[in-house]
């Protein structure tokens, strides 16, 4: 079992659908990162959080650390926002830089 | 403000030839994190490295890889003797500052190597 599982693997979306994508993990960290790639492309951190919840635009990010799990949400989803979105963790201690990647999440938003 | 930047973003090499991927952190960071994305896989840490240090190459296959971050110019990963296997998108990442602190991460663009 990996340590970082994201779901779905792919997603389909109308344009203007809301979307959320999940990652669950099974080891302790110090924080988690939502990156964004483009095919071909390169990677873009959207978000890093350790705790609660984080907005910018139409993102938002939430994390419950008990549980162990943390969702990206895209709210009137658009073309543009197609990617692949790659959860990671941070390791915790003196491996807080380490990143464990999740396999990526496939979205396509058809206008 | 220039972000992480990596080149070549294509490299295109022979089996048994060198690749030199080089890596400029973001102005004012001296942490560099590389990673590797194999095709229908995710990505992997490598290496982990300050000005002039090896900290961390964990992630590193034992042979043929190398990887270093002088004290000027660029962090450069060095793949000797590639083979088609090495065939892979390759990630730099920086940071201001490195263990202890959550500093956020910037990545590049990535270099995409091809062994034919």
């Known amino acids: 079992k990996n340590e970082v599982e994201q779901s779905p693997q792919n997603l389909t979306a109308q344009e203007g659908e809301f979307i959320t994508i999940n990652c669950s993990y099974s080891v302790g960290i110090s924080a988690l990162h939502w990156l964004q790639q483009h095919p071909g492309g390169g990677i873009v951190s959207l978000f890093m959080?350790?705790?609660g919840k984080k907005k910018h635009g139409r993102l938002i990010a939430t994390i419950n650390i008990q549980e162990k799990h943390s969702s990206l949400h895209i709210t009137a989803s658009h073309p543009r926002d197609s990617a692949v979105y790659i959860c990671?963790?941070?390791?915790?201690?003196?491996?807080?830089?380490?990143?464990?990647f999740g396999k990526g999440t496939l979205l396509t938003v058809n206008p | 403000n220039a972000g992480v930047m990596q080149n070549p973003r294509h490299l295109v090499r022979r089996r048994g030839q060198e690749a030199r991927l080089r890596c400029s952190p973001m102005k004012g960071h001296s942490h560099v994190y590389w990673y590797r994305q194999l095709p229908e896989e995710g990505l992997k840490f490598m290496v982990y490295?300050?000005?002039?240090?090896?900290?961390?190459e964990s992630g590193m296959p034992k042979e043929r890889f190398s990887a270093e971050f002088p004290k000027e110019g660029p962090s450069i990963l060095r793949i000797q003797q590639v083979v088609r296997g090495d065939s892979a998108a390759y990630f730099c990442?920086?940071?201001?500052?490195?263990?202890?602190?959550?500093?956020?991460?910037?990545f590049g663009n990535g270099t995409r190597l091809t062994v034919t």
């Open positions: 990671a963790v941070r390791g915790s201690g003196g491996s807080n830089y380490k990143l464990t």
């Open positions: 990442a920086s940071s201001r500052q490195g263990t202890g602190i959550l500093s956020p991460l910037h």
């Open positions: 490295l300050q000005k002039e240090n090896i900290i961390d």
């Open positions: 959080l350790s705790s």
